[in-house]
C-alpha cells in the first residue's frame, strides 16, 4: 500500500478529521492539500478535543511528517495562530511540519473583497466561511494579483509584489466598497514580514518531497478538505468552494498521481449537513431536523454557524462517491440517529414529475428535486459503545446495509461517537 486517501462525499463535516487521525498510524506521511482555514477537522483521543483548521490531522502525531501541499491556501497569521495553540494544548513543538512553496497566500484584500461581494449578492449570498478563500483562488487563476509561498519569503520579491499589488486592490476595493479604508503597502510589508520569518524554515518544495517519500517506500495519507459536493467544477456551483475539493483535486493539490492511491475512502455522515447557501433536497425544517442538530451538535467548527441538517440523501452522495472514485465508505455519526423512531434515506429525486437518480448538473433543477425517500426503522439502544458489526441492534444494520446498497459501495469503517475509540471496523 503506498497511499490512502479520506474524501468527504457530501457537503463537508463529515468527520473527515476523527477518519483520518485513526488512519494516520498505519501511514508515515499526512498531507493536507486544498482549502484552507474554511476547514474545520476535530479530533478527540485520551479525552482531550483538537479543532483543526489548516493544519492536517498528522501534527498531533509528533511523529508523523505532515504536509500542507501546493493546492492549499494559507492566512500566514490563522497558521502561526492555529500552530502556537497547538503546541500549547500539547506542551511541545510541532517539528515535522512542511509547507509549500507554491501555496498561495492570502492577504487581507482577500477577506475585504469576500465581504463586500457577499454583501451585494444579498439573498443569494453563498455564505462564505469569510476567510478570503474564494478570492485567493481567484488571484492564483488570474496570476496577476497572486503572492505565493515562495515569493512571500523573499523580501525583495515580497515587497515588490505588495508594492504593484496593493494600488489596484484598493481601486478595486474601493469601487466595490465606496467606505472601505485603503490599504497600506508599507503596513502589511511590516505585519507579514514578521510571519513570513517564522515561517520561511518550514518552506519547502512539497511536491519533491512527497516523490521522494514515496521513493523510500513511506506511506502517504490525502487528508482531503470540504466535501465533493462542495467541488468547485462538479458541486452544487456556485454554492461550493474555489477548489476540486472532492477526490479530483488530489493530483492537482499535490503534484503526486492518483494511481498511487489505492485506498480511497469516502467519509458519509450518516444523515446529511450543509453549512451556507444552495439547494439541499433532504433539509429538514421541523423538530428532527432540530434533533438531528442538537444531538449531533451541529454547529460550524470554524464559524460557529447552526448547520442545516436533514435526512441522508443517497442519490447526491453516491455522485459524491462516482466523481471522487472511492472504494469504499466510512460512515460516521450513525449514534446521532439513535432514539428516531423512523429513519428516511433519498433514494431518487422527483424533477418536474420525473423520476431520476442522477445528481442534477443545474441548481435550479436541484432545488426542483423532491425526495423520494426509502424508510426504515430505527433503533433506540445506544451504539455509542459498539466494537463489532455484529453488536449492533437489527435496524442499525439493516441501515448501514441501505446506504452501502444505495450509494453502491461498501462500508468498511462505521464511527459512533466522536473519540478515536469509538469506531467499528468492518
Ligand atoms: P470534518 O470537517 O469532516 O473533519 O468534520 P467536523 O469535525 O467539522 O465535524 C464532525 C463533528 O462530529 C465533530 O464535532 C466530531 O467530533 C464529531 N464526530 C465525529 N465522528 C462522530 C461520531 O461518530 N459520532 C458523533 N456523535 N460525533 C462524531
Ligand atoms: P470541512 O473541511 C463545511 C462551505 C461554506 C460555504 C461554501 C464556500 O470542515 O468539511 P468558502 O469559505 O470555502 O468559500 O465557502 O463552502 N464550506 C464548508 N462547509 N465544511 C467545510 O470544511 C467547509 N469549507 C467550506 O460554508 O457554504
Ligand atoms: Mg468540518
Not at 457530501?10 to 485513526?22: F, P, R, S, T
Not at 482577500?110 to 457577499?118: D, I, K, M, V
Not at 520569518?197 to 512527497?210: G, K, N, S, W
Amino acid at each position: 500500500m503506498a497511499a490512502t486517501a479520506v474524501i468527504g462525499l457530501q457537503w463537508g463535516d463529515e468527520a473527515k478529521g476523527k477518519i483520518v487521525d485513526l488512519l494516520t498510524e498505519d501511514h508515515d506521511v499526512v498531507v493536507r492539500y486544498l482549502g484552507g482555514n474554511n476547514a474545520g477537522h476535530t479530533v478527540v483521543f485520551n479525552g482531550k478535543t483538537y479543532k483543526l483548521s489548516l493544519l492536517p490531522a498528522g501534527v498531533l502525531h509528533p511523529e508523523k511528517t505532515s504536509v500542507i501541499a501546493g493546492g492549499v491556501v494559507i492566512n500566514p497569521k490563522a497558521f502561526l495562530e492555529e500552530l502556537d495553540s497547538i503546541e500549547k494544548q500539547n506542551g511541545a513543538t510541532v517539528d515535522n511540519l512542511v509547507v509549500s512553496d507554491r501555496a498561495h497566500v492570502i492577504f487581507p484584500w482577500h477577506q475585504l473583497e469576500e465581504a463586500a461581494l457577499e454583501k451585494a449578492r444579498k439573498d443569494e449570498a453563498i455564505g462564505t466561511t469569510m476567510r478570503g478563500i474564494g478570492p485567493c483562488y481567484r488571484d492564483k487563476a488570474g496570476r496577476t494579483h497572486a503572492i505565493r509561498m515562495g515569493d512571500f519569503i523573499r523580501p525583495d520579491v515580497f515587497r515588490r509584489r505588495l508594492e504593484e499589488i496593493v494600488p489596484q486592490k484598493n481601486t478595486i476595493i474601493k469601487a466595490l466598497d465606496p467606505d472601505a479604508t485603503p490599504l497600506s503597502a508599507d503596513a502589511i510589508y511590516e505585519e507579514f514580514q514578521a510571519y513570513a520569518d517564522r515561517l520561511r524554515p518550514r518552506i519547502t518544495d512539497t511536491t519533491a518531497l512527497l516523490h521522494r517519500e514515496l521513493k523510500a517506500d513511506k506511506k502517504l495519507l490525502f487528508e482531503g478538505a470540504q466535501g465533493s459536493l462542495l467541488d468547485i467544477d462538479h458541486g452544487t456551483f456556485p454554492f461550493v468552494t474555489s477548489s476540486n475539493s472532492s477526490g479530483c483535486g488530489i493530483h492537482g493539490g499535490s503534484g503526486v498521481p492518483e494511481r498511487v492511491i489505492d485506498r480511497m475512502i469516502g467519509v458519509v455522515k450518516a444523515y446529511t449537513t450543509r453549512v451556507g447557501g444552495g439547494p439541499f433536497p433532504t433539509e429538514l425544517h421541523d423538530e428532527t431536523g432540530q434533533r438531528i442538530r442538537d444531538v449531533g451538535r451541529e454547529y460550524g467548527t470554524v464559524t460557529g454557524r447552526p448547520r442545516r441538517c436533514g435526512w441522508l440523501d443517497a442519490v447526491a452522495t453516491r455522485y459524491g462517491a462516482m466523481i471522487s472514485g472511492v472504494d469504499c465508505i466510512a460512515v460516521a455519526l450513525l449514534d446521532v440517529l439513535t432514539g428516531l423512531p423512523e429513519l428516511s434515506i433519498c433514494e431518487a429525486y422527483e424533477i418536474d414529475g420525473e423520476r431520476t437518480t442522477d445528481f442534477p448538473s443545474h441548481i435550479d433543477d436541484l432545488a426542483k428535486a423532491k425526495p423520494v425517500y426509502r424508510t426504515l426503522p430505527g433503533w433506540t439502544e445506544d451504539i455509542c459503545g459498539v466494537k463489532k458489526l455484529a453488536d449492533f441492534p437489527k435496524a442499525a444494520r439493516e441501515y448501514l446495509d441501505a446506504l452501502a446498497e444505495l450509494v453502491e459501495r461498501p462500508v468498511e469503517i462505521i464511527s459512533v461517537g466522536p473519540d478515536r475509540e469509538q469506531t467499528v471496523i468492518v
